[in-house]
């Protein structure tokens, strides 16, 4: 196995994703620092994953073309370009150009690891390695808010994002020597196809965005469009071996339902990304910098299950994993919003431990089930779509949030974490679908 090539990937997974939990934790400082309210500042988390879904696909579809190694390491040079821009930035127009930047960098790391990681590590030991992939994005993506307000505690929001220039160019300068290169599809690259498929989720995303800011009518509009641009696509691709939208893949229900609990349990953590802080600060009166080190205990036990994850998974059904630890994270979600505002610490700690211990039971089975059940040469598409369904659940998760607190100023903490309970539920059913016979026969 590759020692330098896998250093490299989970290096550049690791800074891309901390990034966005950096960012969600950061926001009621940032907010501050530009003078606008928390409301409007979100806008800088809805831009990077505008950025992020609109080029994932496109860029999967490059990487099968061009090869995942040119696409994995020209993401972190643009990565690398956004957080200096980020880091420097004054306003808030400033801010999203670079979150912007920051988010195409991210689409291309988060595009091609799947299909890097999957020509690093032999067949039987795959899941070995997707495991270990989805124990760097979790931990990334939960340690973020400890790790904002530490930095925080000593330096401004502006550190958050310089502070990601070293290890991105570290990543990139490994992978020039140590990452491997990949058998390349022989078709051409459609630009218009890729155009439109970026325009389908721009739209999306920026519709779901504007319910909470822009108004129905926005929105409907946005999401209308996306609709019609789909289905353009799907036509022009319609009868094509590998379409850039990997429709093909969706034939598949084991790929399909864990596309969809993928999607249910990433709209969860979005959730309580972006809510969690608040519901520390404003409903149990901890501050900015004690908020970041309360939530540690998810990290710790997703970092635990991701250790035991995937061997269970090789005796254990995904459906079953998947399903289990999403309804543990609801229950974790249930017991936090009810739990009394006196509460001590170490009851916090523990009803975050086992949201932690639900989500790693989903995560790596989940991960190593849809990469699995898609060809080895549609590892590129079948990697985008993975990207993509956690990063349109973070979205939806931190639209959601923006939504509840403009709609109900005062319940909207609680409204929010209700909503995440919901899904949470909604997500171990679809898990739970791939236990159906006739749909494993399918597969």
């Known amino acids: 196995m590759n020692i330098g090539a896998l250093v490299s990937v989970l290096l550049g997974v690791s800074v891309v994703t901390l990034d966005i939990s950096l960012t969600s934790t950061a926001i009621p400082a940032i907010a501050i620092g530009l003078n606008e309210p928390a409301a409007k500042t979100i806008w800088i988390i809805n831009i990077y994953y505008l950025a992020v879904i609109a080029a994932l696909l496109p860029l999967a579809a490059m990487g099968e073309i061009f090869g995942h190694r040119r696409i994995f390491l020209g993401g972190l040079g643009v990565f690398s370009l956004g957080a200096l821009l980020s880091g420097g930035a004054d306003t808030l127009p400033g801010l999203m150009l670079g979150r912007a930047l920051l988010g195409i960098g991210s689409a291309a790391v988060s595009a091609t690891t799947p299909a890097l990681i999957r020509s690093i590590y032999p067949a039987e030991k795959l899941g070995r390695g997707l495991g270990l992939y989805a124990m760097i994005v979790g931990i990334a993506l939960t340690v973020g808010p400890s790790a904002a307000s530490t930095i925080l505690a000593f330096a401004a929001w502006h550190w958050l994002y310089w502070m990601s220039v070293l290890p991105a160019c570290l990543a990139l300068i490994t992978g020039l020597g140590a990452l491997p290169h990949t058998d390349k599809l022989v078709r051409p690259?459609?630009?218009?196809?890729?155009?439109?498929?970026?325009?389908?989720?721009?739209?999306?995303?920026?519709?779901?965005?504007?319910?909470?800011?822009?108004?129905?009518?926005?929105?409907?509009?946005?999401?209308?469009?996306?609709?019609?641009?789909?289905?353009?696509?799907?036509?022009?691709?319609?009868?094509?071996?590998?379409?850039?939208?990997?429709?093909?893949?969706?034939?598949?229900?084991?790929?399909?339902?864990?596309?969809?609990?993928?999607?249910?349990?990433?709209?969860?953590?979005?959730?309580?990304?972006?809510?969690?802080?608040?519901?520390?600060?404003?409903?149990?009166?901890?501050?900015?910098?004690?908020?970041?080190?309360?939530?540690?205990?998810?990290?710790?036990?997703?970092?635990?299950?991701?250790?035991?994850a995937p061997r269970l998974a090789e005796r254990i059904a995904p459906g079953i994993l998947g399903a289990l630890g999403l309804v543990l994270l609801s229950v974790g979600l249930i017991l936090l919003e009810c739990m009394d505002p006196s509460a001590a610490a170490w009851q916090v700690g523990w009803r975050l431990l086992l949201c932690g211990v639900g989500f790693g039971l989903f995560q790596s089975p989940n991960m190593v089930a849809l990469m699995t059940s898609a060809p080895l040469e549609r590892s590129g598409g079948a990697g985008g779509i993975l990207a993509t369904s956690r990063l349109l659940g973070q979205s939806l998760g931190a639209a959601a949030v923006a939504f509840c607190l403009s709609t109900w100023p005062t319940q909207g903490v609680s409204a929010s974490i209700w909503f995440g309970v919901l899904v949470g539920l909604l997500g171990a059913g679809a898990s739970a679908l791939r236990l159906w016979p006739a749909l494993r026969q399918a597969h």
């Open 189 to 308: 690259f459609d630009p218009l196809s890729a155009f439109m498929c970026a325009a389908v989720f721009a739209s999306l995303l920026f519709g779901i965005a504007s319910i909470a800011h822009l108004g129905w009518q926005i929105a409907a509009l946005a999401l209308l469009v996306s609709v019609a641009l789909a289905y353009a696509l799907s036509r022009r691709e319609s009868g094509r071996p590998a379409p850039i939208l990997a429709i093909d893949l969706f034939k598949l229900p084991v790929f399909a339902l864990s596309s969809l609990t993928s999607v249910c349990a990433f709209t969860v953590q979005g959730v309580v990304l972006v809510v969690l802080p608040f519901f520390l600060m404003l409903k149990l009166s901890y501050t900015q910098v004690q908020a970041g080190w309360m939530i540690a205990p998810w990290p710790a036990a997703l970092a635990l299950m991701t250790l035991f």
